[in-house]
């Protein structure tokens, strides 16, 4: 390990260039941070990996803002994947933050185009890991216009498993669910809400403009719904319950 160091901060020195692409900046560091804070971190071995997670994250949102430039956007594709697939080969499979990882993954790939590969990761997070709500509705998205009675067996599933969450509340509606909601499972342990890294407006507008977007829903009006939502934004899917 010390020897690539060494041969890493030997590149760095030679060519500036790559110094600049590659370093991490104070807002990537916050944006990593963020995304961490209030995690259980007791398991050190696995832990000492996740710094590679963070090289995911900002690769991604790197990627978002670098569509215009082909060679651009495919290295930081590219530093993105490395980075979540650094984690996964290095990390136990019951390491608890493998969901994410996952899903970071998943994005990017969705990202890049490979939205089959980032939905058969997303369908093994949903088998795997039951409460990560972020998978049921990415896949919700993705089938919506193509099955959308798929599409809403998706995220009555994820009701199940995860009962009293606004997100999939939102979107069952959405897809035409009937009320009442989907009968719980179980209620036992709170579901994984954790929304993708934050993206800039300019980044994220760049990004549907050039790669695409996942396909838009059709809303269907219901008579007397719930009021669901947060206070300052009803309609935000992804936002944290």
Request: glycine share 8%; proline share 7%; with cysteine.
């Given at each position: 390990?010390?020897?690539?160091?060494?041969?890493?901060?030997?590149v760095l020195a030679a060519d500036p260039a790559f110094a600049l692409q590659w370093g991490r900046t104070a807002a990537e560091d916050a944006m990593c941070?963020?995304?961490?804070?209030?995690?259980?971190?007791?398991?050190?071995?696995?832990?000492?990996?996740?710094?590679?997670?963070?090289?995911?994250?900002?690769?991604?949102?790197?990627?978002?803002?670098?569509?215009?430039?082909?060679?651009?956007?495919?290295?930081?594709?590219?530093?993105?994947?490395?980075?979540?697939?650094?984690?996964?080969?290095?990390?136990?499979?019951?390491?608890?933050?493998?969901?994410?990882?996952?899903?970071?993954?998943?994005?990017?790939?969705?990202?890049?185009?490979?939205?089959?590969?980032?939905?058969?990761?997303?369908?093994?997070?949903?088998?795997?890991?039951?409460?990560?709500?972020?998978?049921?509705?990415?896949?919700?998205?993705?089938?919506?216009?193509?099955?959308?009675?798929?599409?809403?067996?998706?995220?009555?599933?994820?009701?199940?498993?995860?009962?009293?969450?606004?997100?999939?509340?939102?979107?069952?509606?959405?897809?035409?669910?009937?009320?009442?909601?989907?009968?719980?499972?179980?209620?036992?342990?709170?579901?994984?809400?954790?929304?993708?890294?934050?993206?800039?407006?300019?980044?994220?507008?760049?990004?549907?403009?050039?790669?695409?977007?996942?396909?838009?829903?059709?809303?269907?009006?219901?008579?007397?719904?719930?009021?669901?939502?947060?206070?300052?934004?009803?309609?935000?899917?992804?936002?944290?319950?």
């Amino acid at each position: 390990m010390k020897f690539i160091l060494l041969a890493l901060a030997g590149v760095l020195a030679a060519d500036p260039a790559f110094a600049l692409q590659w370093g991490r900046t104070a807002a990537e560091d916050a944006m990593c941070s963020a995304q961490i804070a209030g995690r259980d971190k007791s398991d050190k071995q696995n832990w000492g990996h996740m710094h590679h997670y963070c090289d995911g994250l900002r690769f991604y949102n790197r990627a978002l803002s670098s569509t215009r430039d082909r060679n651009d956007f495919n290295f930081n594709i590219k530093e993105s994947l490395d980075g979540f697939d650094y984690v996964l080969s290095h990390t136990s499979k019951d390491f608890g933050m493998r969901p994410e990882v996952i899903a970071g993954k998943a994005r990017t790939l969705a990202l890049a185009g490979h939205k089959g590969a980032a939905v058969s990761l997303y369908t093994g997070v949903v088998q795997q890991t039951p409460k990560y709500v972020p998978a049921y509705l990415y896949l919700a998205d993705y089938y919506a216009s193509s099955d959308r009675k798929k599409a809403l067996s998706l995220v009555s599933d994820g009701l199940r498993h995860n009962p009293g969450t606004k997100s999939l509340q939102r979107r069952y509606q959405e897809l035409g669910g009937k009320l009442p909601y989907p009968e719980p499972l179980v209620q036992a342990a709170p579901a994984v809400t954790t929304p993708p890294p934050a993206e800039a407006p300019v980044a994220a507008a760049e990004a549907s403009a050039e790669v695409g977007s996942a396909e838009k829903m059709v809303t269907e009006p219901a008579a007397e719904k719930p009021k669901i939502g947060s206070p300052t934004n009803p309609y935000c899917r992804f936002c944290p319950d």
